[in-house]
Every structure is written in C-alpha cells, then in structure tokens.
C-alpha cells in the first residue's frame, strides 16, 4: 500500500500496463516529455521511449481517428484527450467509427485494445469549456463502454482493466479530484471489474445514485441526512455503459427510494437512463417519485459555477422531500 | 523541401512578396498516352506479361461486376451500389504495387483493389446479398466490403474517417516491426475533411509508413472539383505538410503503378507518408441512388470515355502481341456469366439469424442486449408473418 492521490494513481497504472505489454501505446497533447497538463504521464516517456509515450499535433479527431486504426492494428493504444470539453470533434471516430468497428466488421476487425481517457467535470472554476460532463452523449452509442472512477483506488482498478478489456472504454477522470483525492492504494497489480457498481454505504429510507466526483458530495449529503435520522444507501455506479442495473434495484427494493444526481445537464442526462429503468422495474416498490439532482440545462456557468453545481445542500433538500413525499 | 519550423533560420525577403499560387508546378505522370501508345521519354515499370495481363483482366472483371451490379439494383434485386467506372486503373494498379502483408483502408470506390487482391466474385455477391455467408453478416450497406484475410479493412460510409485511422494503423505496423505498409484511398472530396487534415498531418509528424492515394475524379457526387478546392488539386497540400507528393494520370495503369511502386518503397526505407493524388474521372453515376445528367454534360463525359483506362492498356497489350482480341471478348462474355450465375445463386441465401443482431456489439453481449434479444424474440414469435426473414429460425 502507498499514499497516492488520482493522478498518481492513474500513472501507476500506465506505469504498470506499459511494463506488461510493449504494445501499449500512450499519446495526445503534451503528454509526452512534458508528462500531460494534469501530469498523469509524468516520466512514462523516460522510461519508456518516445515511440510509445508521444506528442500528438493538436486535433482530437485525428488523436482518436489514429487510435483507431492503431487499436484495430493490434497495438494498445490509450489516447488522451486533454479536457473532455474537446472531445467533441473526435465525437464522429467514436461515435461513428471506434464503437461501430466490430459489429460492423462482422467481428474481423475491432478497436477493443482502445482506452480513452479523459478528465471531465466542474469545480475547478473552468468555464463553459473545462468543465463538462459529456457521458450522456456516449452512453447513447452501443459498442462504447465508460468508467468514471472516484478515487485513486478506483482509478488504478479501473483503468487496468479498462486497459485490458477488449471493448473501446471512455475512462473519464474527475479532474476536480485529481489532487484533492488521496487514499491508500495497493502498489501491485489489481483489477476492479467494469459494468460493476460499488456499494458505498448501506441505509434503509433512500437510495442515493451518482458516479465520480459526485459521490463525495452525495456522502456530505447523507450525512447530514443522518442526523435527521434518514438512513441513506449510497451506491458509486462507477461504470456508466454497461451499468448495473442489479445492484440498483437491489437498493430501491430495499429502500423504497431512489435519488439520482450527476453534474451533467438535467435534460437527457444519464439520470433520465436509470430513472425511467428502475422506474420498470421496480414501479411496485417505490414509495416516492424519483429524484434527480443535477446541472441546469444551461452551459456551464463561470461566475455561478456554485449555484450550477447539484451541491450537497441540494441533494440534502432532495432527500427530504422524497423520504416525505 | 526544406526542413523549417518556427525556431529554424527563416529567410529574409526585404520586399513584399506574397506568394501566389503557380510558383510550385505539380505535372502529372503519364506513361501510356489516352491511345495506349508509350510517351517516347517515359520509362515503361518492370511487369511481366502475367503481372500486366492480371491488372489488365482485374480491371475489366471489375467493369463487368459493375455493370451487372447496376443493373441487379435497378431490378431491385439489391437496395443499393456504387461503380467504379472509368477509375479501374487507379484502383487495380495501385493495388498490384503493393504486397499481400500491406494493408488498404478504402473509401467505397476501390472494389478493384479488391478483386486484385482476390476477393471471389462469390465474396463480392454474399456482400451485396448481406447474406448469412457474409463476413460482416449483413450489417452493412452493399459495397462495404472487408476481408480480415486480404488484408482489407472493412469499408464505412463517414467520409475521410480512414485518413487519420491509416496513419495509426501504419504507425503500428512500424512498431511491430513489420515489413508492411498501410494505402489509403479516398475521392477528393473526402479531402475537404478534417479527418485529411488531421491524418496526413499525423502521418508526417510521426513518421508513419502510409500511401495517401487521392482518386481525384473531377466531383463529389454533384459538386464539381472547383466548388471543392481552390488550391493546386489535392497533391498540392501534401507539400505543405512536409510528405512527398505526386500526381499520376489516374487513367494509366502504368503511371499508378510506376508511382505506387515507388511510394512503397520510399514509405519502408525512410517512415514517412507518401501523397499521390490520380488524376480521373468518375464515368459512373455517383451510386445508384444519382443521376449526374442533372450536373453534367454529355460532351464532358464522351471526353473522358475516350480517356478509358481500361482501353488503353488493353490497346499497350495488344500492339505488344500479349493480347488477343476474340481471346479477351471471350474472356469476358465468361467473367458475365460467372457474375449472372453467382448472383442468382447467392440471392437465395438467408440472412443471418436473429441471435446476430446484439453479436459484436462488444465482445460479449452486456444484459441489456441480452435482455433486447430475448424480448425481440418472442415478438417475433408472435408475429412471424411479419418478420419472415429471421421467424423460421428462432
């Protein structure tokens, strides 16, 4: 075990996938000798050569467009965009190109090697522009998988097995953490699985569902629910597509309620995904409507970023009204 | 080409001088002039009389499979094709410079590269059949080909997405050490996308071992090449990227094969990405879903018939005595009759069952594709007049 916070985590695990396999490939803007704006690929081209660990000119469809013909090749790229803001020019090689690849192909090529990663959400007082959350928008794609890990825990697990998964992951990584985060982390090698929510705290009255950096605020939330005395069940689903449709019913079965919150936009937001599923499945067991917390559907405001943000108060107002509905 | 970035020594001027176009002339090569006779100071590229007569019979196989695939689409024996009339030279002949281990990353256009490569006629109908038989098992649209075992990516429709993508897929061939090569064609058209940029950018940064191979046919399906481009065609950017660029007469084999040879080599020996934009004309209608008397003249095209590539390296084989002529018509009465037969076979052939639709979604159905299926299934069941491609195999 070691202190490390996300982003050390999180170059462990390069560290570790690089050391294992010579086919894996990391690459973007400035993550070379400079080692990323954030530092995650800190010393990976010093130990590991400029032919694996390498700048890219600055255009994220051709980052992405390269991985996939790189990831389809044989070789294990793991492609960095520098805020998910800007990953929307390479929106058609995802969405079009690196999650069609096998279905398409029949299964004779695929782009399964890949691993995207990115840091996205707000905090960080970055504007309209290094703020986002833009997994809503690739959980709509079939072919894609995404994590968000919440810790550097997390992170190293995820993203191994991200590495090592044979479908194309979008591995988002909360930036507003990537410092503030540190926790004990085991220095050898782990996996931990994807498509698997984790269990953060057990309760009784309500269930409460978020992903990344939103779970510390959903466990500030809580807390002073509990002095309420309501008993939240605080559940991380950690991968977003496929998601763990099991263990959140399990919860809502349990509690009878269920509070969704993320820092993305509200209106076609991954909330409304579980909602309107749990809502199918588990209608005879809810005793309230469910809740979403989340951003306003508007761009992500600079002067009113804590006003946007589905801060703990309100996620704590949330919980009130559905446990009294 | 000079090598300058912006910490280089820059030349002074002490006039103002801005460049126009014109001061870099690309010419294009020609080898066979339009009736098949050599130019007198062109160098003829070593073939032999088997490796001449296979592009040559490779060119007009695929003339022939798209004349008979027009016409199944008219019939509406399938829903959609594309020909590649007037541009064999520019597929086949590239396609014969290279080695089998080379990869090709296609726009649409290329079936020729294909058919030299081997794909069988029967291949070519289960695609366009989208039939159980077909190795993307009938997902895709008729001519989007793939063949994992030629070495021949499978085909999208998203226009210039296989630029940046060739670039990754020859930067990874270098890596594995392999002695190997990734061509990518596509129209100039597609060149007007981002991914052009983006890739050939790349290619030259990074040092990748990849043919840009630009058929350059006059139109983008009604926007003629001067609403595309105002610059010097397509070849002229590859300068400014800092790649080696040619352009080639796209309607002589010999020329697209000269340069393709060459580029191959150069693209191995030095890791660098090599432009070569042929120059031609799209004889054929866009797709069957277009009618170009809409946007172009009659007059234009009876220019450009006259120009066929297939007739002139047909009239180069015949002055040379490796052609005969009631031998080739022959020939090719044969390759019609295959194709006629093939496709009625092949028309009859099932789709793919049901349980294919969630496969290779990912690399083993998630629950919620499991869950789809299921409940398609029993609709189906329920239903089985409606659906009765896939309700006798459930």
Redesign the interface.
Known sequence: MAKMNLLQAINNALILAMTENE?V?VFGEDVGHFGGVFRATSNLQEKFGR??C?N??L?E??I????????????V?VAEIQFGDYIF?AF??IV??TA???????????C?TLTIRTPYGGGIAGGHYHSQSPEAYFAHT??L?IVMPRNPYQAKGLLLASIRD??PVLFMEPKRLYRASVGEVPEEDYELPL?KADLVRQGNDISLLAWGAQIEVMEKAADMAEKDGISCEIIDLRSIL?WD??AVCQSVVKTGRLLISHEAPLTGGFASEVAATIQERCFLNLESPIARVCGLDTPYPLAHEKEYMPDHLKVYEAIKRTVNY | MKDRNHLSDVGFTHQVRIIDKGLVDIPMLQILQPDGTPHKDAELPELDKDAVVKIYRTMRFTRVLDERMVAAQRQGRISFYLASTGEEAASVASAAALEPQD?I?SQYREQGALAYRGYSTEAFMNQMFSNEK????G??MPI?Y???ELNF??I?S?LG?Q???????????K??GESAV?ICYFGEGAASE??F???L??AA??HCPAIFFCRNNGYAISTPAEEQFAGDGIASRGLGYGIKTIRVDGNDAFAVYAATKQAREIALAENCPILIEAMSYRLAAHSTSDDPTGYRSKDEEARWQAKDPIVRLGNWLKAKGWLDEEQDNKDVEKMRQEVLEELKRVEKVPICRIDEII?????TP????QEQLEALKQHISKYPDAYPKTSGRL
Request: glycine share 14%; no cysteine; proline share 9%.
């Open positions: 086919k490939m032919a694996r390498f890219t000119p255009t469809q051709g992405i467009g390269f991985a996939n013909g790189l990831a389809s090749q044989g070789s790229p020019p058609d090689q079009n190109e069609k690849w096998r279905y398409r192909s029949g299964g004779q090529f695929s399964g079939p072919g998988k044979d479908n498509g496929p449709v099991d | 990869m990353m077909e190795p993307n098992k997902r895709q989007h793939g063949a994992k990516m499978t999208s998203p997405t630029i940046p993508q060739a670039s990754g897929y020859a930067y990874g061939q890596m594995a990734t981002g991914d940029h983006a890739g950018n790349m940064v990074l496969e290779d979604v990912y690399d998630p629950w919620h594709l």
